[in-house]
């Protein structure tokens, strides 16, 4: 079965400083990643995806992410925060050909002037 | 373009009453669809998916049921509420094979048991 860990469950961080959200995952055959933000009272909007190709995937309002198969992770960056990226963070891992999501129990990033 | 609906948005219901929630797709045809319940500081617990009208899989136990009446329509349900219900619903979608596992969310359900 597979498992997403994401340690931090909250992370602050002031304005215009660089982030890095944790993720990483456990399952035994290939699978595709994924990076959900949740904005409050809202649903969740897909941020970016990793299903095949190059490792480094990157969203249109700066964030990427880097699939590492061997360490597992998945792991969210930012190299510059506004405060309006204060949202939750959910990473999600499925197996390839496989129509479910596991998700992690999300990061809550917390951004201050 | 496709576009997810659920409601109501907010729902506020007695212990053991009964339970509606809708999501409704539109845009696509056949897609696969999904319940989902996310209470506080807990992340994402699916509860029901469906890959077709009539075809549910359930994921947990539990005091809720699902529905697929219509292609692009699905309902939760439960005949009796209780306070460990409470929570905030989404419903998602998927093209199925052909964008494999990319879900798309609706604007979710908050749904307060008293």
């Given at each position: 079965a597979q498992s997403v860990t994401q340690l931090d469950s909250q992370v602050p961080v002031f304005e215009e400083a660089p982030v890095e959200l944790r993720c990483n995952y456990s399952s035994s055959v290939s699978v595709y990643l994924f990076w959900y933000v949740q904005y409050p009272n809202q649903g969740l909007q897909l941020l970016l995806k990793y299903l095949s190709g190059s490792t480094l995937v990157e969203s249109i309002n700066g964030f990427e992410a880097e699939f590492n198969?061997?360490?597992?992770?998945?792991?969210?960056?930012?190299?510059?925060?506004?405060?309006?990226?204060?949202?939750?963070?959910?990473?999600?891992?499925?197996?390839?050909?496989?129509?479910?999501?596991?998700?992690?129990?999300?990061?809550?990033?917390?951004?201050?002037? | 373009?496709?576009?997810?609906?659920?409601?109501?948005?907010?729902?506020?219901?007695?212990?053991?009453?009964?339970?509606?929630?809708?999501?409704?797709?539109?845009?696509?045809?056949?897609?696969?669809?999904?319940?989902?319940?996310?209470?506080?500081?807990?992340?994402?617990?699916?509860?029901?998916?469906?890959?077709?009208?009539?075809?549910?899989?359930?994921?947990?136990?539990?005091?809720?049921?699902?529905?697929?009446?219509?292609?692009?329509?699905f309902i939760l349900s439960s005949k009796k509420l209780l306070l460990s219900d409470s929570g905030?619903?989404?419903c998602a979608w998927s093209a199925g094979l052909a964008a494999p596992n990319e879900q798309f969310f609706g604007p979710g359900t908050r749904l307060t048991v008293l």
């Open positions: 198969k061997s360490q597992t992770s998945f792991h969210l960056r930012k190299p510059s925060v506004h405060i309006s990226d204060t949202a939750e963070y959910f990473c999600a891992v499925a197996n390839t050909g496989f129509q479910k999501l596991v998700f992690g129990t999300g990061t809550r990033l917390l951004v201050s002037p | 373009s496709q576009t997810i609906h659920q409601w109501p948005a907010t729902l506020v219901q007695p212990v053991g009453s009964p339970l509606s929630l809708e999501c409704t797709v539109e845009g696509t045809s056949n897609p696969n669809l999904y319940w989902y319940r996310q209470a506080a500081g807990r992340g994402l617990q699916l509860l029901f998916y469906s890959v077709g009208i009539g075809q549910i899989s359930s994921e947990v136990p539990q005091n809720l049921s699902a529905s697929r009446p219509q292609d692009r329509q905030f619903y989404l």
